[in-house]
C-alpha cells in the first residue's frame, strides 16, 4: 500500500506565483520522522527539510515554508515567489520507527514547472 | 569535499550482460541504499545496508545483487536476470540512527541497448 501520497502530477505556474505541494503519508506509528526533497533536471536528490512526528510547529525558511498537520496526516510545502530555478520534482518521503530506520517511503513527486 | 559518488554517469550495455554500478561515500555514513527511478515515477528501494556485510533486500531486488565489503562502498550489479533494466540508479547515505536524512549521489543514468 502507498504510504505517502502525493496527489498533484505536475504544477505550472507562472514566476512569482506560489505554490503548495501536497503530502498525505499513512503510518501506525507513533515516532516517524518526514521529509521534502528536491530533484533538479541534473537528478541528484537535494534535502530541504526533515520534520519528527513530535514537532507540528510550521516553519518558514526564505521562500519556503512548511505545514505539518498529524490530525489529517498531512506535510506541504509552499514556495512562496516562485522562480525559474525552482522548476524541479518534488518528493515527500517518510521513515517509521519500525523499520528500524532503515527505509524510507518516497511518495511519486510533483513536477513543478516555472515559467517566466 | 565530502559527498556521494557514483560512477558513470552513463552507461550502456548490451542485453543478457551483468553492468556493475558503483557508490562511494565518504561521509563515514552507516547506512548505504541503492533507489531505481522511472520516468515520471518515485523512487523504489532496490537494497540498503545499515552496517558493513550486512544488507537486506527493498521492494524489487529480483534481477539485483549487492555487497558491502567496506563502509564506504556499496556497488549494486545489474544481472541478466532483471527484465527492464533501463532506468535512473540512485545511491544514498545516512548517517546512524540518530539522524535520518538520506544524502544522494548523482547518479547512474543505464540504459540496455
Known amino acids: 500500500a502507498q504510504k505517502v501520497t502525493q496527489a498533484q502530477t505536475e504544477i505550472s505556474v507562472v514566476e512569482k506565483e506560489d505554490v503548495t505541494l501536497d503530502c498525505v503519508y499513512e503510518?501506525?506509528?507513533?515516532?516517524?520522522?518526514l521529509f521534502w526533497y528536491k530533484q533538479p533536471p541534473s537528478g541528484e536528490l537535494v534535502f530541504l527539510i526533515r520534520?519528527?512526528?513530535?514537532?507540528?510547529q510550521n516553519e518558514i525558511s526564505g521562500r519556503y515554508s512548511w505545514n505539518f498537520q498529524k490530525s489529517t496526516s498531512s506535510f506541504n510545502f509552499t514556495i512562496t515567489a516562485s522562480q525559474v530555478v525552482d522548476s524541479a520534482v518534488y518528493f515527500c518521503?517518510?521513515?517509521?520507527?519500525?523499520?528500524?530506520?532503515?527505509?524510507?517511503?518516497f511518495g511519486a513527486g510533483t513536477q513543478v514547472v516555472v515559467t517566466p | 569535499d565530502g559527498g556521494i559518488t557514483q560512477s558513470p554517469k552513463y552507461l550502456f550495455r548490451k542485453e543478457g550482460q551483468n553492468v556493475t554500478l558503483s557508490c562511494e561515500q565518504n561521509?563515514?555514513?552507516?547506512?548505504m541504499y541503492w533507489y531505481r527511478q522511472d520516468p515520471g515515477q518515485g523512487l523504489r528501494l532496490i537494497y540498503y545496508?545499515?552496517?558493513?556485510?550486512?544488507?537486506q533486500k527493498g521492494d524489487i531486488a529480483e534481477g539485483y545483487s549487492v555487497s558491502r565489503e567496506k563502509k564506504e562502498s556499496f556497488p549494486l550489479t545489474v544481472t541478466s536476470a532483471q527484465k527492464n533494466p533501463t532506468a535512473f540508479y540512485l545511491c544514498a547515505s545516512r548517517i546512524g540512527l540518530a539522524s535520518n536524512e538520506q544524502f544522494f549521489g548523482p547518479g547512474t543514468r543505464l540504459t540496455v541497448l
Open positions: 545496508s545499515q552496517i558493513v556485510n550486512d544488507f
Open positions: 520534520r519528527n512526528s513530535f514537532d507540528e
Open positions: 518521503a517518510l521513515s517509521e520507527r519500525t523499520d528500524s530506520w532503515g527505509k524510507f517511503q
Open positions: 503510518t501506525r506509528d507513533t515516532t516517524y520522522y
Open positions: 561521509l563515514n555514513h552507516d547506512a
